[in-house]
């Protein structure tokens, strides 16, 4: 997550500053301004200072230090620079910085332009020694690049015939008269609206920029201009979440459906935008396909991607790869063996590959399967949904897209049961650097609890969606969560390193106590054994004791025990699985409540650490939260807040940006990757359809946002460059969510809701390679007898019904449907009917079923 800029135009640069008379020394007159970023060296990360080629930056005892190659003619053939720097025309500027080298020799400091024409501002050469010296010069600044644009600080270090390594420390530039910060990072419209759109039958509500204190007329026009519907708005004041003063705008009143709609305030107008059933329904499969994108260890093909996405495998061993067949531990671990790691997705716009992370991603993928297979519609997910080369195994492309990952978690299980931290490159790569291209060492992280319990939590609930696929897979996985598990209790609080974050994240978590909570819901889910109920009910976190308005993370995984709890019929008490459901209706009326007082509405507590690193990603979780307490009680304000999420997401923000690539006039396009690298690369593409952006982070941690929003208000914390990695990065864990709510709201928006019948249908079967033969009982759980009967269900891969008992049966595709025979259509209240059939071919179970056209509980 570390970015350089090419390296040319910084060399070129360089060449046109050499030629650069030295202007007098001025004086700063003005506040002392501080114009580079990161000149103390203190994080440990070199960053936003880059190298030109044959120089190689490293952080050694807080300084900086540039290993560089010998043999180059000019000063300039070797650099250290900083780019975006600002320099006010006229106004005089004092560089200053400590240095030292392994051999004497001179160095020049050097300010200019860092695009074409590379116009100079000023240079000075200095001698540097093996012994430290602190240098400084002044000048008065010749060019003018007030708002961080393209000015630029260099140290130039060739013109050596051999090789030196000269350490810098302490750089500062101070000049100046125009205080930081104060950029607008983006065209604000004053009518905020979801820019991909609403749907009909739900709220629709819409935000106006005004600091107007009356209500303001606002008017709905159809793609023709003409108005369809008008209203009043309704001022709410000023709002700090966003820097705005704002009215809140009700357009809920109007339902036809439509495409190019506009809403207008005045001379102001919105994005357009659409009313349609269908609005999400294409996202639910673009959030997914994002996972495909990330695959590490396979050729991402164009007839699944189109040409621009498509790429070689990376990280299989072929050069400069040095591939993820055969990784060792890092040197101060001395682990003795070496893992096959290949696979798995990549976590971000990095190419690590984390336990704790993967986990909670693949989790947040299956749980979306599990919820829709128990209580909502699987078949948005089956075989051939998604594009991906599995889309005709005859196994649910959402299982298999998960199975990637999984199948790298597992990999990651070291020989005494413990998973390994991580897996990355030993240093931070450039940006952009193709996975392919990727030539440095990989290496494993330490083995940690917090990933241990990540891959038993997971690998256990795996094990109960593959049982009816891959019955020899669900035992593996079965297998390597009890034995994580039991490795887990047995080193109880193997804490990562928080400070290793050289070449990749930290994903440090020093808290585990949710981790085993999460991982014994999973097991116990999945075998029903005491000792793992125990485990659960003996947790101070049992029974959503720790969920809150903040939700769940990677780093905060109860609440992922307790949905599970939830979902997946146990022998827990009944009174305790409502205890855990109503925990979540609990939390959901916090968020709507806060939502009411908010300018753009939006499930998300900002009271303690404002908005952090990945905040869409909250956003997205709590929306689960949401959508959860509406499956539990069916309320419909649950589902409302649901929407108002992705309508926050999708445009009806203080920036008027969709952050969800390809979605919305103004979507993020410069996310933090090093393929989809466009901004740095024009041969390079954007970020693909689907794609979330982290979103506005008030912690302002890395040095573009550092230099361009110094002052913002927390919801406006956020720019569409490739180098604000802690604003605008791409991460498995936050794709997972937006895959589970679109596919929520999908299922949602789609059809209206199929009425539940008082019934429960257990579904058995004997599997052989090409076929099944399944009993199926039906139990009328009502308090009336039923005179006949009509079922109907699903089979998920290729299965045909080759004969039938006790029903008339008949298919259509994958739909298969059995009716009652003369003599079994009477059941009465409290007893079930037990009909049967053989089928011929592959595929999992059938999940969903329905009597009469309403759907039954799953026994
Ligand atoms: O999502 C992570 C966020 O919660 C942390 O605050 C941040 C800093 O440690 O790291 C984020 O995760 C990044 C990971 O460390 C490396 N790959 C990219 C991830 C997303 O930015």
Redesign the pocket.
């Known amino acids: ?1 570390r970015s350089q800029p090419p390296r040319l135009l910084a060399a070129a640069l360089l060449t046109a500053l050499a030629a650069t008379a030295i202007p007098a020394a001025g004086t700063a007159e003005a506040a002392e301004y501080e114009r580079v970023l990161n000149g103390k060296f203190d994080s440990g990360s070199a960053d936003p200072w880059w190298s030109s080629a044959g120089v190689t930056n490293r952080i050694t005892g807080g300084e900086l230090c540039a290993s560089v190659t010998g043999g180059t003619t000019n000063p300039w053939d070797a650099l250290v620079g900083q780019n975006g720097v600002p320099f006010e025309s006229g106004q005089s500027y004092t560089l200053s910085f400590d240095a030292h080298a392994t051999t004497a020799q001179p160095v020049a400091a050097a300010a200019g332009e860092s695009v074409s024409p590379y116009r100079g501002i000023a240079r000075q050469e200095f001698a540097v020694t093996p012994t430290k010296q602190h240098f400084t010069f002044s000048f008065t600044s010749t060019l003018d690049f007030p708002d961080a644009g393209n000015g630029q600080v260099a140290f130039q270090l060739g013109g050596q015939t051999a090789d030196n390594t000269i350490c810098v420390d302490n750089v500062s530039l101070v000049g100046g008269v125009k205080p930081p910060g104060g950029v607008v990072p983006n065209p604000t419209r004053k009518v905020q609206v979801d820019q991909v759109g609403y749907v009909p039958g739900l709220p629709k509500r819409a935000t106006l920029v005004s600091t107007a204190t009356t209500p303001q007329t606002w008017t709905l026009k159809n793609s023709a201009g003409a108005t369809v519907a008008s209203g009043q708005s309704t001022p709410k004041g000023a709002d700090a979440t966003s820097g705005d003063s704002v009215h809140s705008i009700d357009f809920s009143s109007f339902d036809t459906p439509g495409t190019g709609y506009t809403l207008v305030v005045g001379t102001d107008s919105s994005f357009p935008f659409d009313i349609s059933a269908d609005v999400v329904k294409k996202l639910r499969y673009d959030a997914l396909a994002f996972f495909y994108h990330q695959r590490s260890g396979t050729p991402i093909e164009a007839q699944y991607v189109g040409d621009q996405y498509a790429r070689p495998a990376g990280h299989i061993n072929v050069a400069p790869n040095q591939g993820d067949n055969n990784v060792p531990c890092r040197a101060d671990l001395a682990c003795g063996y070496t893992l096959d790691v290949r696979g798995g997705w990549y ?4 190419h ?1 590959k984390y336990v704790v992370n993967g986990g909670i991603s693949a989790w947040q993928l299956l749980n979306s399967y599990e919820r829709a297979a128990r209580i909502g519609d699987a078949s948005a997910f089956r075989d051939g949904t998604l594009a991906i080369p599995e889309k005709a195994n005859g196994v649910p492309d959402l299982l298999d897209e998960a199975r990637w990952e999984v199948d790298f978690l597992l990999k990651m299980q070291a020989p005494d049961g413990m998973a390994h931290h991580k897996v990355h490159d030993a240093n931070w790569t450039a940006l952009p650097t193709r996975p392919e291209l990727d030539d440095q060492p990989r290496r494993l992280s330490a083995t940690s609890t917090a990933a241990t319990l990540n891959l038993a939590a997971v690998a256990a609930q795996a094990s109960r969606l593959w049982k009816s696929v891959d019955a020899t897979y669900s035992a593996k996985l079965l297998t390597a969560a009890r034995k994580a598990y039991a490795a887990a209790k047995a080193n109880p609080n193997k804490i990562a390193d928080p400070n290793d974050g050289t070449g ?4 440090s978590d020093n808290t585990v106590s949710d981790e085993f909570y999460w991982a014994a819901a999973e097991l116990y889910a999945t075998t029903g054994e005491s000792a793992y109920g125990t485990d659960v009910t003996s947790s101070p976190h049992y029974k959503a004791a720790s969920l809150t308005r903040a939700g769940f ?2 780093g905060g995984t109860a609440p992922l025990g307790d949905i599970t709890l939830a979902l997946v019929p146990t022998g827990l008490p009944a009174a305790d699985v409502t205890a855990i459901k109503t925990a979540f209706a609990t939390v959901a009326d916090q968020h709507l409540a806060a939502m009411a007082q908010m300018g753009y509405a939006t499930p998300y507590d900002n009271s303690v650490d404002g908005y ?3 905040s869409n990603s909250a956003v997205l979780n709590n929306a689960q939260v949401l959508a959860l307490a509406h499956d539990f009680t069916g309320a419909d304000k649950y589902r409302d807040g649901v929407f108002e999420a992705l309508h926050y997401l999708l445009g009806r923000n203080p920036l008027s940006t969709s952050y969800v690539a390809g979605y919305g006039e103004q979507a993020v396009q410069n996310v933090h990757h090093r393929f989809w690298a466009k901004q740095n690369d024009p041969t390079l593409p954007i970020a693909p359809p689907g794609s979330l952006s ?1 979103g506005p982070n008030s912690g302002l941690q890395d040095p573009i946002v550092q230099r361009l929003l110094p002052g913002c208000p927390q919801q406006k914390c956020w720019v569409d460059d490739i180098g604000a ?1 802690s604003v605008n ?1 791409v ?1 498995v864990n936050w794709n997972s969510a937006l895959a589970w709510v679109s596919g929520w709201a999908a299922e949602k928006s789609g059809k209206p809701p199929v009425p539940v019948a008082d019934c429960e249908v257990t579904f058995t079967a004997n599997r052989w390679s090409s076929g099944l033969s399944a009993n199926v009982a039906v139990k009328n759980t009502g308090t009336t007898a039923w005179t006949s009967w009509k079922l109907g269900f699903a089979l998920p891969g290729t299965q045909q019904v080759t004969a039938g008992w006790s029903a008339n049966w008949s298919q259509t595709g994958r739909d298969v449907t059995a009716t009652n025979m003369s003599w079994n259509g009477k059941v009465e209240a409290g007893k079930s009917v037990y009909i049967g059939f053989n089928a011929s071919g592959a595929g999992g179970d059938p999940t969903a079923f329905t009597i009469n056209g309403k759907s039954c509980k799953t026994g």
């Open positions: 997550m976590d971000a716009g990095d690590g990749g994240g930290a994903y993370y990677w952090v690193w990945g982290g990695y990065e991460a």
